[in-house]
T-cell receptor
Framework: QKEVEQNSGPLSVPEGAIASLNCTYS??????FFWYRQYSGKSPELIMF????GDKEDGRFTAQLNKASQYVSLLIRDSQPSDSATYLC???????????FGKGTRLHILP | IAGITQAPTSQILAAGRRMTLRCTQD?????MYWYRQDLGLGLRLIHY???????GKGEVPDGYSVSRANTDDFPLTLASAVPSQTSVYFC????????????FGPGTRLTVT
């Protein structure tokens, strides 16, 4: 199993709908989880971070963490064309205290 | 506040040449990182520094060296560039180390010919 796994996409979502991005990780002891957005040709930009099981909401974004099932997800409500980007999941691996990035999911919001 | 700056923005370098990529942050963050991003391979950590005066190796450190003489600067040096080092390089920083959120610089696009 890859350490941090994301579906590469592209994930196409109609404007105004909810986009759901998923990420699974291998290290059950992982403590910190991050979502970054990366536009083409630009650097990653932090969207959300979550440390505890459950949901964390920030505006149109909600991060969901389930440590028992080893997945973290990002929900984007009321999707806008400007949300079209690659979304990177990053996990702090507990066993050797390093951070691993997934390869990203390309999201395309259809106008 | 500029955040993190990187220089140069892009560079074409002949194989065998020495090159230093510069990274400066003004957020007084303790930790800094260097990543490379390649199509299909994602972001991979090259080297990191948890605090001024200390450095550590990441996932792909071979062919690269770093130094951290002060809090703000974290240069990455390619001693003798090879074509496989063609990539986009991102510098990042975080306030408290690997478990806290990282903020990225704009990147340097390096082509080794």
């Amino acid at each position: 199993q890859k350490e941090v796994e994301q579906n590469s996409g592209p994930l196409s979502v109609p404007e105004g709908a909810i986009a759901s991005l998923n990420c699974t990780y291998s290290d059950r002891g992982s403590q910190s989880f991050f979502w970054y957005r990366q536009y083409s040709g630009k650097s990653p930009e932090l969207i959300m971070f979550i440390y505890s099981n459950g949901d964390k909401e920030d505006g149109r974004f909600t991060a969901q963490l389930n440590k028992a099932s080893q997945y973290v997800s990002l929900l984007i409500r009321d999707s806008q064309p400007s949300d079209s980007a690659t979304y990177l999941c990053a996990v702090n691996m507990n066993r050797d205290d390093k951070i691993i990035f997934g390869k990203g999911t390309r999201l395309h919001i259809l106008p | 506040i500029a955040g993190i700056t990187q220089a140069p923005t892009s560079q074409i370098l002949a194989a065998g040449r020495r090159m230093t990529l510069r990274c400066t942050q003004d957020m007084r963050h303790n930790a800094m990182y260097w990543y490379r991003q390649d199509l299909g391979l994602g972001l991979r950590l090259i080297h990191y520094s948890n605090t001024a005066g200390t450095t550590g190796k990441g996932e792909v450190p071979d062919g690269y060296s770093v130094s951290r003489a002060n809090t703000d600067d974290f240069p990455l040096t390619l001693a003798s560039a090879v074509p496989s080092q063609t990539s986009v390089y991102f510098c990042a920083s975080s306030e408290e180390g690997i478990r806290s959120e990282q903020y990225f610089g704009p990147g340097t696009r390096l082509t080794v010919t």
